[in-house]
């Protein structure tokens, strides 16, 4: 059984599959690195990208519509790794996130039950964290639950 | 009468007759030993990380290129059966005395 306002995992798991889906793009940067949900038991490899959606907040009460806060975080080993790599991969995972059918994209994803009505507040920053370049694209998701 | 570096090796040589370890470089077999080894997993956003620490020690004479922070290693061979075949990166190099170094080493996820 699904549940309606279960919505977040569902947002988190639409952005995996997003850039799942990119990775098999020929010629796309970003093709041999894992991509994982914020939350997962999976074991972490060196190059990373991160789907999290960290926090849903009701937008107007009652109305079951969510503002989700989302950050897709893009983990590259400095060790295995240019810089010039690191920074295709966070321009590519930039483009896909602010790409203008974004939206469409997601609800036309059969597997998570989710009506996105915008993505918005898009924001970047980057880091060095343990040895890695760090590039995170934070933005918030206007959504509800479809059934 | 032997030097304290002849000395130092020697000591060396029976601590590793007894916890060899054998690290791959560049497809190069060292021989050395382990210590202060710890393993654990943490869980953090996006997963599991493997938390494997330890001391990797070595002749440094038998190095013509000193390793260096960020090598990839594997353990070929160790006394520890959970760790071999396993890959690493090197963290920190050093040099207690004229013998030998010390890596200090954490785990990759596959």
């Not at chain 1, 990775?23 to 041999?32: D, F, L, N």
């Not at chain 2, 440094?60 to 190095?63: E, L, N, R």
């Given at each position: 059984m699904a549940y309606y306002n279960d919505v977040d995992s569902r947002l988190e798991a639409a952005l995996e599959n997003l850039v799942t889906t990119q990775?098999?793009?020929?010629?796309?940067?970003?093709?041999?690195v894992a991509v994982h949900t914020g939350l997962s038991a999976e074991d972490v490899p060196e190059d990373l990208i991160v789907c999290f959606a960290e926090a849903a907040r009701e937008t107007f009460t009652g109305t079951g519509t969510w503002t989700i806060s989302c950050s897709v975080l893009v983990y590259t080993s400095a060790d295995t790794n240019t810089l010039a790599t690191h920074r295709a991969r966070v321009s590519e995972v930039r483009d896909v996130m602010m790409n203008d059918g974004v939206a469409t994209t997601i609800n036309a994803d059969a597997t998570e039950a989710l009506t996105v009505i915008a993505l918005q507040g898009f924001a970047f920053s980057q880091r060095v964290e343990e040895r890695h370049f760090v590039g995170d694209i934070s933005f918030d998701v206007v959504c509800y639950g479809s059934e | 009468m032997a030097t304290i570096a002849q000395q130092l090796a020697e000591d060396f040589d029976a601590v590793i007759a007894d916890f060899r370890v054998t690290v791959t470089i560049d497809s190069v077999n060292y021989y050395g030993t382990m210590s202060e080894t710890t393993k654990g997993r943490e869980l953090e956003e996006g997963g599991m990380f493997t938390d494997i620490d330890a001391i990797i020690t070595l002749k440094?004479?038998?190095?013509d290129t000193k390793p260096k922070a960020g090598d990839k290693i594997m353990l070929a061979d160790c006394f520890e059966c959970s760790l071999r075949y396993e890959y690493y990166r090197v963290q920190s190099v050093e040099?207690?005395?004229?013998?030998t170094l010390r890596l200090a080493i954490i785990g990759l996820n596959p």
């Open positions: 990775k098999a793009v020929t010629g796309s940067s970003i093709a041999g | 440094s004479g038998d190095f040099y207690p005395d004229g013998v």
